[in-house]
């Protein structure tokens, strides 16, 4: 007869079990398998906000799975519990602890990653300066105050607290003189002019268009109002417009932007030259290449950044990833397009791959070696 | 070999062409810039030749067998006599009879003449066109040949009137002397497009084809003097009939596009792309993988162990031929192993027979050995099957996103390997159910413990490589585009992989699955990598997608198809012996392991 | 995630405030300029918060109104600037693009995607001409076998209308394509669509750094140039006066009418908006060869930051020229504008465009 086990170990006992594991690896396979069939149909980053983020979510095909920030977690606790934790710790066994090590380290990085690291982009024209990169997906609204001595104060409604589909929404705050009613918001959407109707704006509206393949060139749109006691104010803001709209209340200019949320960077980057070369009689990139000027306390480095070989510098990391603009005639200038990442976790994935491929060496090898000396010895007996 | 082939050629076109060796070797040789690569002219025939006549030789009217460099000679200087040659082969006559070719129809699947199918011309684009709109696999296989049909006349016309502007007299000597109006110009040369055959002098990287000279002569660049010599040498070939005076020419053009392509540094790999065509290394892997397989049967009916020996060397001579040929790819290009597709077939089916050659060499159980040339044989015969849907030259130059080479060597080949051992894996695998469906060694426990034993060593050995060439993929995206794991379906692919393999390996060490459990799911593991290797490119969507082609949908269903058939058979006959055998414990079967 | 969790979802409070050097542009702007459909030509403005890739970079520069039968589509890349289908044959299609390369080169081009020989470039000047653009397009009719670009397999029996103009730097094409019987009968429905694109950048307009551009003028010689700024073509005010100015606009399309800017006007200066009998009484001057309204008003002038200037005087000038409205507006203290009248009036009937 057994004894009875409390409840505490009975759930750790699950928690650190084979069982869980298997189970975790079987969703987490059915996890991915729909998600890249789905994204034949959406788009990636659409898949994978639903896929991670959401603690369960219903697939195109009406099946119920739980998200993968959820079971990867769950994953977690079973191998730090079951292959850590509770594990045997014998000689033969070593190998198996360090693979778990290295998983544990590589979810580690990745919710390290995750929580803390920023990706966005930067485009910049040959001769020109940037200090700032910018989101992919994320569009902030402020409201922007101009102050004297040239400066200006910035009040940032964030991109997750917008109003969606046919809401609205009305924002205040301290020593602001009006209130800012925000409203239509549509993901993708560019202006157009109309004859007649009651929604333009100077004879404009938006005209929603239908989510861009890749989800960092949906362009929203949204209206604003800008309410205090004597004006009741409209305004069109559009990711793409080149100048936020401006208007003046008591006395004090204010300017509302719709824009990609900006990181501000360290240092600043100059492209002197951008290169980019095709494979001869094709249209098939060979390479592309820009030569930077990099400035941080009036220090200037030059910089080469090329596919495949990135700058680093200072928490950031410079990819070099596209070019245009598209279709650009011989002569026309040209801008390159960084990904620029600050990610605390960047070296993680190397280091969990070190440590599991060494593990996965001290496990196998003295197996295989014990393998072949048996078939031997039988051979031989 | 070359010398050999020399001979045959030698004795099978004596007669019949005007074509001598000499002069079908220089063309053979000549260089040409294709698809951003320059290569023999022969390869870019016999990949021409292939998408025509779906094989890399024709046979003429006197059913003489003839070289795809002869087929292109015969088309670019005598397109009359190339518009009555068949080699438009169409493999069911639905086409013809859907583009109202009807009555000239001989057979199910026959070969046609240009002259046969062009009263069709007209609807055949038509069709072509509208078949076109469709989603290549929504397509009908009668659309999809209409299309192929439809382009493989289009090439033929550019072939055939690359030369139009040499057979119109005197025309080089016009452009020189500038009395050749500028719309004749544009209207002489505007389909001499076919081939970019003159190596440029002034440094730059685009080779020229006959209209880029004009038109640049057109903007006020007169071509350069060696250029108007080759130029001179094509309008004496296209317009002599006389043998020598054609050889003549055919050495003064080959002579100067190899001096310049040599100043350039663009020849030195030409000889070697035509022995490596020569070699044809994957038709005689093939021929040598079906000789080991059938020596490897006769073992079975007769155990001996010169058989056994034989069956070997014939295998291991099929893996030398399979990796000569991989060899000489990795030198033509300068690259790893693996760069697209037909390239994984190739490098997995090495490795998965070198593998089962080593299990083999360990175990001495026979089972490695049957594996060898059976995966040996299916590779090749693949890759040849591939290569044909492709119609494509499969030495191609790499997107600039994907060259590196440190990373192509590491992540693409262990995660090829790793796709090699879980398919061994579940051939292993397949060994076991089969083997107790059709009662092989009924009774024999330790037999099934030890192939059971083999699945699992496999597809650690296969979880291994995965895992690493993952992890090894993920921090090329990572050091490269700043994005460990994008979600990206190829990286999904392999994922996957890795989950299964996690799945079932820890379902075992749970006591879910036993011998039996595990050849199961090494087998639907092997599902899973088809699906990762084959599958994932079919979707159209991701940075790795390779490649995309609808046989390959065919292919891969009736893959699936017969392992669904293998694992029903499975199945039942596991249900079968269950219900046969009388339960003496129930408890010990609580959990179902099986 | 966590707001929403919070409950602060509803939360009116904007809490993330901060101060840093300015780099706004607080200037208030109409919002077709804010959105660069004044401006610019096709590609991508990275300083916009595009990337510059695929996304519909290039901010509409046309209106226009979609035939009936047609449908409109989303312009598939940037090479295509408005994109229409046929409803009942979407194998006839019609897109508007901005290319390079001028009439001629782009017309063989097209001869050539037909299948068509070569013309000598003097046959081009021998072309019809239809309205498009409110300018004279190149219209071109060609029937042949259709090998465009993105085409898999030539097709007979085509038929391709096409109408050009050029612009500076720019040749603007709209163009169908489809199969001859089919393309036949929509002829007239495409001669209305070209008819009805209009550019919200008028053709003349100019270069906002250069100041004049294609408007040339006599400024009165006691009038001194001040600096050039946004949407202004160009800016005057007598010598060494400080609150006076008067500036050229040229507003894209309609620019709201020429009663809509005279009403701004006289708001601005707070005075009530015009009927039209006050419009009809309103003196005309010639302006461009054309009849101009000139409108004075006294008032209490708002300006466009809203500041209040009390006893000042407007004077403005609006003329719709091709494609435009044109506009000449000075402002300033009552008696300043009184007596600048006469040369304000000089100034404007000495406009011309070379």
């Known amino acids: 007869m057994k004894e009875p086990k409390s409840p505490l170990s009975l759930v750790l006992g699950f928690l650190g079990s084979y069982t869980l594991a298997w189970m975790i690896f079987l969703v987490l396979f059915a996890l991915t398998f729909f998600g890249t069939l789905e994204q034949a149909h959406a788009s990636l980053q659409d898949v994978r906000t639903k896929y991670f983020d959401s603690p369960i979510f219903l697939t195109e095909w009406g099946i119920p799975l739980p998200g993968a920030s959820f079971l990867l977690g769950l994953l977690f606790l079973n191998l730090v519990v079951g292959g850590m934790i509770r594990m045997r710790r014998t000689w033969s066994r070593v190998g198996i602890f360090v693979i778990h090590i290295g998983i544990a380290f590589l979810l580690l990085s990745g919710l390290v990653e995750g929580l803390t690291s920023k990706k966005g982009s930067m485009a910049v024209y040959e001769g020109e300066t940037s200090t700032e990169f910018k989101s992919y997906y994320d569009w902030d609204v402020s409201i922007l105050e101009q102050l004297p001595e040239g400066r200006e104060r910035v009040y940032t409604i964030p991109y997750e607290r917008l109003p969606r589909g046919a809401k609205s929404a009305v924002f205040r705050a301290d020593g602001l003189p009006f209130e800012l009613e925000l409203s239509g918001f549509l993901r993708n959407c560019r202006p157009q002019p109309v004859q007649q109707g009651s929604d333009a704006v100077e004879g404009l509206v938006f005209r929603e268009l239908p989510p861009a393949e890749e989800a960092e060139n949906n362009v929203p749109g949204i209206t604003a109002k800008v309410i205090s006691k004597d004006v009741r104010r409209e305004a069109l803001l559009w990711g793409f417009q080149q100048a936020p709209y401006a208007t003046t209340i008591d006395g004090r200019r204010f300017a509302v932007d719709l824009h990609r949320r900006a990181w501000p960077l360290p240092y600043s980057v100059t492209l002197r030259k951008f290169t980019h070369e095709e494979h001869p009689g094709t249209n098939m990139p060979r390479f592309f290449s820009s030569d930077i000027t990099r400035v941080q306390n009036n220090v200037a480095t030059d910089v080469h950044i090329s596919m495949n070989d990135p700058m680093r510098h200072g928490g950031y990391i410079f990819f070099q990833s596209a070019w245009g603009p598209p279709n650009a005639v011989p002569g026309q200038p040209l801008y390159s397009v960084f990904s620029v990442v600050e990610n605390p976790a960047d070296h993680g994935p190397l280091v969990a791959l070190i440590i599991v491929a060494i593990g996965l060496l001290t496990h196998f090898i003295p197996k295989l070696v014990a393998h072949v000396e048996a078939e031997a010895a039988r051979r031989r007996a | 070999?070359?010398?050999?082939?020399?001979?045959?050629?030698?004795?099978?076109?004596?007669?019949?062409?005007?074509?001598?060796?000499?002069?079908?070797?220089?063309?053979?040789?000549?260089?040409?810039?294709?698809?951003?690569?320059?290569?023999?002219?022969?390869?870019?025939?016999?990949?021409?030749?292939?998408?025509?006549?779906?094989?890399?030789?024709?046979?003429?009217?006197?059913?003489?067998?003839?070289?795809?460099?002869?087929?292109?000679?015969?088309?670019?200087?005598?397109?009359?006599?190339?518009?009555?040659?068949?080699?438009?082969?169409?493999?069911?006559?639905?086409?013809?009879?859907?583009?109202?070719?009807?009555?000239?129809?001989?057979?199910?699947?026959?070969?046609?003449?240009?002259?046969?199918?062009?009263?069709?011309?007209?609807?055949?684009?038509?069709?072509?066109?509208?078949?076109?709109?469709?989603?290549?696999?929504?397509?009908?296989?009668?659309?999809?040949?209409?299309?192929?049909?439809?382009?493989?006349?289009?090439?033929?016309?550019?072939?055939?009137?690359?030369?139009?502007?040499?057979?119109?007299?005197?025309?080089?000597?016009?452009?020189?002397?500038?009395?050749?109006?500028?719309?004749?110009?544009?209207?002489?040369?505007?389909?001499?497009?076919?081939?970019?055959?003159?190596?440029?002098?002034?440094?730059?990287?685009?080779?020229?084809?006959?209209?880029?000279?004009?038109?640049?002569?057109?903007?006020?660049?007169?071509?350069?003097?060696?250029?108007?010599?080759?130029?001179?040498?094509?309008?004496?070939?296209?317009?002599?009939?006389?043998?020598?005076?054609?050889?003549?020419?055919?050495?003064?053009?080959?002579?100067?596009?190899?001096?310049?392509?040599?100043?350039?540094?663009?020849?030195?790999?030409?000889?070697?792309?035509?022995?490596?065509?020569?070699?044809?290394?994957?038709?005689?892997?093939?021929?040598?993988?079906?000789?080991?397989?059938?020596?490897?049967?006769?073992?079975?009916?007769?155990?001996?162990?010169?058989?056994?020996?034989?069956?070997?060397?014939?295998?291991?001579?099929?893996?030398?031929?399979?990796?000569?040929?991989?060899?000489?790819?990795?030198?033509?290009?300068?690259?790893?192993?693996?760069?697209?597709?037909?390239?994984?077939?190739?490098?997995?089916?090495?490795?998965?027979?070198?593998?089962?050659?080593?299990?083999?060499?360990?175990?001495?159980?026979?089972?490695?050995?049957?594996?060898?040339?059976?995966?040996?044989?299916?590779?090749?015969?693949?890759?040849?099957?591939?290569?044909?849907?492709?119609?494509?030259?499969?030495?191609?130059?790499?997107?600039?996103?994907?060259?590196?080479?440190?990373?192509?060597?590491?992540?693409?080949?262990?995660?090829?390997?790793?796709?090699?051992?879980?398919?061994?894996?579940?051939?292993?695998?397949?060994?076991?159910?089969?083997?107790?469906?059709?009662?092989?060694?009924?009774?024999?426990?330790?037999?099934?413990?030890?192939?059971?034993?083999?699945?699992?060593?496999?597809?650690?050995?296969?979880?291994?490589?995965?895992?690493?060439?993952?992890?090894?993929?993920?921090?090329?995206?990572?050091?490269?585009?700043?994005?460990?794991?994008?979600?990206?379906?190829?990286?999904?692919?392999?994922?996957?992989?890795?989950?299964?393999?996690?799945?079932?390996?820890?379902?075992?060490?749970?006591?879910?699955?036993?011998?039996?459990?595990?050849?199961?799911?090494?087998?639907?593991?092997?599902?899973?990598?088809?699906?990762?290797?084959?599958?994932?490119?079919?979707?159209?969507?991701?940075?790795?997608?390779?490649?995309?082609?609808?046989?390959?949908?065919?292919?891969?269903?009736?893959?699936?198809?017969?392992?669904?058939?293998?694992?029903?058979?499975?199945?039942?006959?596991?249900?079968?012996?269950?219900?046969?055998a009388t339960p003496p414990e129930s408890g010990a079967t609580e959990a179902n392991p099986v | 995630m966590l707001p929403l969790v919070l409950g602060c979802g509803d939360d009116p409070k904007i809490t993330e405030i901060r101060e840093r050097d300015a780099t706004t542009d607080f200037q208030p702007r109409g919002t077709a300029e804010r959105f660069g459909m004044m401006r610019g030509g096709p590609g991508g403005n990275p300083h916009a918060g595009g990337f510059g890739s695929d996304a519909p970079s290039a901010a509409p520069q046309f209106a226009w109104t979609t035939p009936e039968g047609w449908e409109e589509k989303v312009p598939p890349g940037t090479m295509r600037v408005a994109d229409f289908r046929l409803s009942k044959n979407p194998e006839v299609e019609c897109y508007l693009s901005v290319v390079q390369g001028g009439i001629a080169a782009n017309v063989m081009r097209w001869r050539k995607q037909m299948g068509l020989e070569p013309v000598p470039p003097s046959a081009i000047a021998g072309l019809p001409q239809q309205p498009f653009l409110g300018q004279r397009g190149i219209f071109v009719d060609l029937e042949g076998t259709f090998a465009g670009m993105g085409q898999s397999a030539p097709r007979e029996g085509y038929r391709l209308l096409g109408l050009l103009v050029e612009e500076p730097g720019r040749t603007v094409t709209l163009k169908m394509t489809g199969p001859k019987d089919a393309v036949a009968g929509e002829r007239d429905r495409f001669l209305e669509l070209a008819q009805s694109f209009r550019a919200a950048e008028p053709a003349a307009a100019p270069d906002d750094s250069g100041g004049e551009g294609s408007l040339a003028w006599d400024a009165p010689k006691e009038w001194e140039r001040r600096p050039d700024q946004q949407m202004r073509v160009v800016t005057f005010a007598p010598r060494g006066a400080t609150g006076t100015e008067c500036y050229i606009t040229i507003l894209g399309g309609s620019g709201g009418g020429v009663e809509a800017n005279l009403n701004r006007w006289r708001q601005q200066m707070g005075q009530t908006p015009l009927d039209a009998a006050g419009f009809a009484a309103l003196e005309s001057i010639q302006v461009l060869g054309r009849d101009a309204k000139v409108l004075e008003v006294s008032g209490d002038y708002t300006d466009m930051q809203g500041n209040q200037v009390g006893s000042a005087s407007l004077l403005g000038v609006v003329c719709p020229v091709e494609g435009a409205l044109l506009t000449v507006k000075m402002t300033g203290p009552k008696d300043v504008i009184e007596n600048e009248k006469d040369r304000f009036l000089a100034f404007c009937r000495s406009l011309r465009l070379p």
């Open chain 2, 1 to 580: 070999m070359r010398y050999l082939s020399f001979l045959l050629l030698f004795a099978a076109t004596a007669s019949a062409t005007p074509w001598d060796e000499k002069t079908v070797d220089l063309f053979t040789h000549l260089p040409v810039q294709d698809a951003g690569r320059v290569k023999p002219l022969s390869t870019v025939a016999s990949y021409a030749l292939l998408r025509m006549n779906h094989q890399r030789t024709f046979r003429d009217a006197e059913k003489k067998s003839r070289s795809p460099t002869e087929w292109l000679l015969e088309v670019l200087f005598r397109p009359d006599e190339a518009r009555q040659e068949k080699f438009f082969l169409v493999e069911n006559s639905a086409v013809l009879d859907a583009v109202g070719l009807t009555d000239v129809v001989r057979q199910r699947r026959d070969r046609y003449s240009y002259e046969e199918l062009a009263p069709a011309r007209g609807r055949l684009m038509q069709l072509a066109h509208d078949y076109d709109q469709i989603k290549a696999q929504d397509r009908t296989p009668v659309q999809s040949e209409l299309i192929d049909l439809g382009q493989a006349f289009l090439e033929f016309e550019r072939y055939a009137q690359l030369l139009d502007f040499g057979r119109s007299g005197d025309v080089v000597k016009k452009l020189e002397d500038g009395s050749l109006s500028g719309q004749d110009a544009v209207r002489l040369f505007d389909g001499s497009v076919a081939l970019a055959l003159f190596p440029p002098v002034d440094g730059s990287d685009a080779w020229l084809t006959p209209q880029d000279l004009v038109s640049l002569a057109l903007a006020g660049h007169p071509p350069a003097p060696e250029h108007v010599a080759m130029l001179e040498a094509l309008e004496r070939m296209a317009s002599s009939g006389d043998e020598t005076t054609f050889r003549e020419a055919a050495a003064e053009f080959y002579g100067r596009s190899r001096q310049i392509a040599t100043t350039r540094g663009e020849y030195r790999k030409i000889p070697l792309e035509v022995s490596y065509y020569k070699l044809d290394a994957f038709t005689k892997g093939l021929v040598f993988y079906i000789l080991g397989f059938v020596l490897v049967a006769v073992t079975w009916l007769w155990p001996n162990a010169w058989l056994k020996r034989a069956a070997i060397a014939a295998t291991a001579t099929g893996l030398a031929f399979n990796a000569t040929g991989i060899v000489l790819r990795c030198i033509l290009l300068g690259r790893p192993p693996v760069l697209n597709l037909y390239d994984t077939i190739l490098f997995i089916t090495a490795v998965g027979v070198l593998s089962s050659l080593v299990i083999e060499f360990i175990n001495r159980r026979g089972i490695g050995l049957a594996a060898a040339p059976i995966l040996g044989s299916l590779g090749m015969f693949i890759s040849n099957r591939f290569e044909l849907i492709e119609s494509r030259d499969t030495l191609r130059l790499l997107q600039a996103v994907l060259d590196t080479n440190f990373w192509l060597a590491t992540h693409v080949v262990c995660i090829t390997i790793g796709y090699s051992a879980g398919l061994l894996a579940s051939a292993i695998g397949h060994v076991y159910v089969i083997g107790r469906i059709v009662g092989l060694k009924r009774g024999n426990k330790s037999f099934y413990r030890n192939i059971a034993r083999m699945v699992y060593g496999t597809l650690c050995f296969a979880l291994l490589f995965s895992v690493v060439g993952t992890i090894l993929g993920g921090i090329w995206a990572n050091y490269s585009w700043g994005r460990f794991w994008g979600w990206d379906p190829k990286e999904n692919g392999a994922l996957l992989i890795v989950l299964a393999q996690l799945a079932l390996i820890h379902a075992k060490l749970d006591g879910r699955l036993r011998d039996l459990g595990v050849s199961v799911a090494s087998i639907l593991v092997g599902g899973v990598v088809s699906w990762s290797w084959w599958g994932v490119n079919l979707l159209g969507v991701g940075l790795h997608s390779y490649g995309f082609t609808g046989g390959v949908w065919t292919g891969l269903i009736t893959f699936w198809s017969i392992e669904g058939l293998v694992l029903f058979a499975t199945l039942v006959s596991w249900l079968v012996s269950r219900s046969a």
